[in-house]
């Protein structure tokens, strides 16, 4: 039980372009969900606390303008990075909590590359 | 807000002995502490957590201490093996005025060598 899953698992874009990316939890239903970045041989650091039907709350320095989140349901959390560069090149990964429980289950992570 | 800090950032061992990883953390209202595994372009995966209300937890070879005065804790891997290598994150969180977000500290990268 407990599983998460993101989509797309890799995506390449040209610089300029935005991209979104998928979170799911399959088996149960997340009333909140984060998203972390994680850049190589680096810590996982949080963006954003996500929480169904309501604005998403960004951690400091992250700008909310160019990494948009939607919590639709208590399944879908979405992260669309805008008008994308190089340095926004990372590994993005989403986890999804139970209500009730302290346990945040990972998604698979997405590995976004903008050229 | 909460400040994690992790050390060693690379452990070297060899397979059979234990590998200990030590994390301190700022906040003294964080009352959750879990440790994640993560190997090379994968998901953290939780392996074992501890709260604020009990100093110590074990599952089969793994195990973590927790001592709030001194606001650490530490994880403990016994009779490493191969696989172990990974890695891996401790984590503090609280839930009054923290909504059970994680920090985690910069992570130990775990080698163990046949």
């Known amino acids: 039980g407990a599983v998460v899953s993101q989509h797309p698992s890799w995506v390449i874009c040209k610089s300029g372009t935005s991209v979104k990316i998928e979170c799911r939890s399959l088996?149960?239903?997340?009333?909140?969900m984060f998203w972390y970045r994680q850049f190589p041989k680096q810590s996982l650091m949080l963006m954003a606390t996500?929480?169904?039907?309501?604005?998403?709350?960004?951690e400091q320095g992250v700008e909310k303008d160019k990494f948009l989140i939607n919590h639709a349901s208590l399944t879908l959390s979405t992260l669309t990075v805008t008008s994308a560069h190089p340095e926004d090149s990372s590994f993005y990964i989403c986890?999804?909590?139970?209500?009730?429980?302290?346990?945040?289950?990972f998604g698979p992570g997405t590995r976004l590359t903008v050229l | 807000g909460e400040n994690v800090e992790q050390h060693p950032s690379t452990l070297s061992v060899q397979e059979g002995d234990s590998a200990v990883i030590k994390c301190t953390y700022s906040?003294?209202?964080?009352?959750?502490f879990p440790w994640y595994k993560q190997e090379l372009g994968k998901r953290p995966q939780l392996i074992i957590d501890?709260?604020?209300?009990?100093g110590e937890k074990k599952d089969q070879r793994i195990a973590v201490t927790l001592n709030k005065t001194a606001k650490h804790f530490s994880l403990h891997i016994t009779e490493t093996q191969p696989e172990d290598s990974a890695v891996y994150f401790c984590?503090?969180?609280?839930?009054?005025?923290?909504?059970?977000?994680?920090?985690f500290g910069t992570g130990t990268q775990l080698k163990v060598e046949l």
């Open positions: 986890s999804a909590l139970l209500a009730g429980e302290r346990t945040q289950y």
């Open positions: 088996d149960f239903q997340a009333t909140t």
């Open positions: 996500s929480n169904e039907g309501s604005k998403a709350t960004y």
């Open positions: 906040d003294s209202a964080s009352n959750y």
């Open positions: 501890i709260r604020s209300n009990v």
């Open positions: 984590a503090a969180s609280r839930v009054t005025g923290g909504g059970n977000k994680l920090t």
